[in-house]
């Protein structure tokens, strides 16, 4: 079995041929048009067309012809192979980085581990959990770096954001 990453999730059938509406947890819907196999929990399916549809993906798999084949992967969630993704340099996945420490600079010190990134409209947001929740936007003005060998990501904050009272 490939080394998977969970990508997003089928959230509903589309039109009367079996496609499904596919939720992606990209930076872009676009990412998932390069897969040419999606894996379901219980079996990887052949893609036959992939197309974007606003902030969603229309996906046709091979096997799902009929509405009800496709009512029957509803909520269900979708991975892709890791090793067909291939990242830009020094782009990565969020679900790699959770848990990682959190080094405030400013600080000097570990604030605490990253527990999730929220995907608002303005903008990615960490949130790290520690002896105070702190909200951090993932922005280049406040995140210095990530290093995956000692699985810490650095960040600068500003005065008052996450301050232990």
Known sequence: ?????????????????????????ADSPDFLKRFSRLYLPDMPYRVLSCRTHGRFCIVALEGVNTVEDAMKLKNRPVFVDRAEANLPEGSFFIADILGFDVYDLRTARVIGKLGEVLELPAG????VDGPVETLIPARPEFTRGVDFDSKTLTVETIPGMGDEE
């Not at 990615?124 to 949130?127: E, L």
């Open 1 to 25: 079995m490939p080394n998977l990453l969970e990508t997003g999730r089928i959230i509903n059938t589309h039109g009367v041929h079996g496609e499904v509406k596919l939720e992606p947890w």
């Open 124 to 127: 990615n947001v960490y949130r």
